[in-house]
């Protein structure tokens, strides 16, 4: 889709949040997941695998990825579960 | 053809597009990585090299991956500093 994954831009991989794809990075590798963020600085691709009680993340940092395909589309289910993955289960009081 | 001051108002706009992107990647690329801090991970590397350490930190650009007990071929390094740049991935459980 693209041949140049690192230039590529936020707005481009924007494009690709929450969405099912498949990176293909190194010489011969591919890696299917839920597209959590792409790191504006490293381009580095952040996927979700979800298990029954667990999830795999894997990172594929920017200068190995070649090439990233959609495969499926979020329902909003999917959506708020990615959203909120990482986020802390409470709010921090910073009062004094 | 488009006036200068419309093309300046458009350039803003999407450059305001781009900074909001940049920054709900960046924080959720952060999050991960706060998520990753005293997990086992599993490295990916050139020429099929695979170890294994606990995961620490990154610097802000990503240049450098520091760990702890990083499993190599020939010991356990107790800790140590992976370059970003010998890396094609990594993984962890959550």
Redesign the interface.
């Known amino acids: 889709m693209q041949c140049n994954w690192l230039l590529s831009?936020?707005?481009h991989?924007?494009r690709f949040?929450d969405k099912q794809v498949r990176v293909k990075?190194?010489k011969d590798?591919e890696?299917l997941g839920w597209l959590?963020?792409?790191?504006?600085?490293?381009a580095?691709v952040?996927l979700l695998n979800f298990r029954e009680d667990?999830?795999?993340?894997?990172?594929?940092?920017?200068?190995?990825v070649k090439n990233v395909e959609v495969l499926q589309e979020p329902d909003p289910e999917m959506t708020e579960r990615l959203r909120s993955?990482?986020?802390p289960l409470t709010t921090p009081i910073l009062d004094p | 053809s488009i006036s200068s001051s419309a093309a300046s108002e458009s350039d803003a706009e999407e450059l305001q597009?781009?900074?909001h992107?940049?920054s709900?990647?960046?924080e959720?690329?952060l999050?991960?990585l706060?998520?990753?801090t005293n997990k086992k991970v599993r490295f990916?590397m050139?020429e099929n090299v695979n170890v294994e350490a606990t995961f620490r930190t990154s610097d802000?650009?990503?240049l450098n991956f520091q760990v702890s007990d990083l499993h190599t071929p020939i010991g356990v390094q107790k800790e140590a500093l992976i370059r970003?740049?010998d890396?094609?991935?990594?993984?962890?459980?959550?």
């Open positions: 831009g936020p707005l991989w924007f949040v990075a190194g590798e890696h959590l963020t792409v790191d504006p600085v490293s580095s952040v667990a999830a795999l993340v894997h990172v594929v940092v920017g200068h190995s993955f990482f986020l | 597009k781009e900074q992107a940049r709900v990647l960046r959720r690329f999050r991960c706060l998520a990753a990916h050139h802000i650009d990503v970003c740049q890396v094609i991935s990594f993984t962890f459980d959550m």
